[in-house]
């Protein structure tokens, strides 16, 4: 793939949290001339941000981000108003405090919960991989291929490591034919990019492709 392909696959990010409306402007600016995927910013910014854009770029945001802990109710209202608010992508962070407790079931209904309140938008589910075990990762594979989400997704970028070649791969042989795989956090090279890319990530979470590009 060359580089304005990969970059096609990109959801350009920026979720720090003294991000001002200048600093995801830019994002916005770049995202549209680089024609990425969607451009992944606070919900906060949402609106503003789909009227700025006015059609020419999909508005992703973050659910739960970055603990994952909040209750669903909670989840569930802040996925309703980004979708309100002209989102057409959610990225979700699963409750890892149930998963440890082995409430499974639980984490299912949250995240088909989510899917509902979507109301057909893209829903991206982030299990947080670093601080899973692989059978912990493994199951997860099992709960999102039963959820409905469209994808799933390595890391928030906040925690203790992003995206690893090993756990996408591990994604891919679990994960059921109907869920793609987005790999994000420390992806800084176009190298790495495609790497990830051949291991079988259909999306990366990533700001720096882009400045790499620019």
């Not at 392909?5 to 995801?24: G, K, M, P, R, Y």
């Not at 906060?44 to 209750?71: H, M, R, W």
């Not at 991989?129 to 692989?134: A, F, I, R, S, W």
């Not at 999102?144 to 890391?155: D, F, M, N, P, Q």
Request: glycine share 8%; net charge neutral.
């Amino acid at each position: 793939m060359n580089k304005n392909e990969i970059l096609n696959i990109v959801d350009h990010t920026l979720l720090a949290q003294t991000a001002t409306w200048v600093e995801i402007k830019e994002i916005l600016d770049d995202a549209m001339k680089y024609e990425t995927a969607s451009a992944c910013i606070p919900a906060s910014y949402v609106k503003q941000a789909v009227e700025y854009v006015d059609g020419k770029l999909p508005i992703c945001t973050v659910i739960g981000f970055p603990n994952g802990y909040s209750t669903t109710a909670v989840k569930v209202a802040e996925t309703a108003d980004a979708v309100a608010n002209g989102a057409e992508e959610i990225d979700m962070v699963i409750n890892i405090g149930w998963v440890k407790d082995g409430r499974f079931d639980d984490v299912l209904a949250e995240i088909k919960a989510v899917k509902k309140a979507c109301k057909g938008k893209l829903l991206k589910v982030i299990i947080e991989t670093c601080l899973l075990t692989n059978a912990e990762k493994m199951r997860m594979c099992n709960i999102v291929t039963a959820s409905g989400a469209e994808y799933i997704k390595t890391s928030t970028g906040f925690s203790t490591s992003g995206a690893t070649f090993d756990d996408v791969k591990l994604m891919k042989t679990y994960v059921g034919p109907n869920v793609k795989i987005k790999a994000a956090g420390g992806i800084s090279s176009f190298d790495d990019a495609e790497k990830f890319i051949e291991l079988g990530a259909d999306r990366l979470g990533t700001s720096r492709l882009v400045k790499l590009m620019k």
